[in-house]
């Protein structure tokens, strides 16, 4: 089971940080991907990791200012979201796949495990 965590009501421009990690079982080698569902639309792609970290990718709209990273000691996977802007509002999910590679990582049907998401709002 993935908790994601860190969401909250934050003002356009500040920063917010989101974590993933695991009920009884390890995300540690095993690729994990950040998705988002904003009111009305469809879940969609916003970052990924390989299980090594060797590799990372970013929505367009989210490149430049949100960065993946994982941290195998304290088995978490975390999403830095900087200069957030009110379209970056949704609840956050992250996403576990059971895959040593991912091949095509936008795609939620190539992850297993999801949390049960984390709400960020970004007002002005």
């Known amino acids: 089971q993935l908790v994601d965590s860190g969401g909250g009501l934050v003002q356009a421009g500040d920063s917010l940080r989101l974590s993933c990690s695991a009920s009884?079982?390890?995300?540690?080698?095993?690729?994990i991907a950040w998705f988002r569902q904003a009111p009305g639309r469809e879940r969609e792609f916003v970052a990924g990791i390989t299980w090594n970290g060797d590799r990372t990718d970013y929505a367009d709209a989210v490149k430049g200012r949100f960065t993946i990273s994982r941290d195998n000691s304290r088995n978490m996977v975390s999403l830095q979201m900087n200069s957030l802007k009110l379209e970056d509002t949704a609840v956050y999910y992250c996403?576990?796949?059971?895959?040593?590679?991912?091949?095509?990582?936008?795609?939620?049907?190539?992850?297993?495990?999801w949390g049960q998401g984390t709400r960020v709002t970004v007002s002005s």
């Open positions: 009884g079982r390890t995300v540690n080698g095993l690729p």
């Open positions: 996403a576990l796949s059971l895959k040593d590679n991912v091949a095509n990582p936008i795609q939620p049907n190539e992850y297993e495990y």
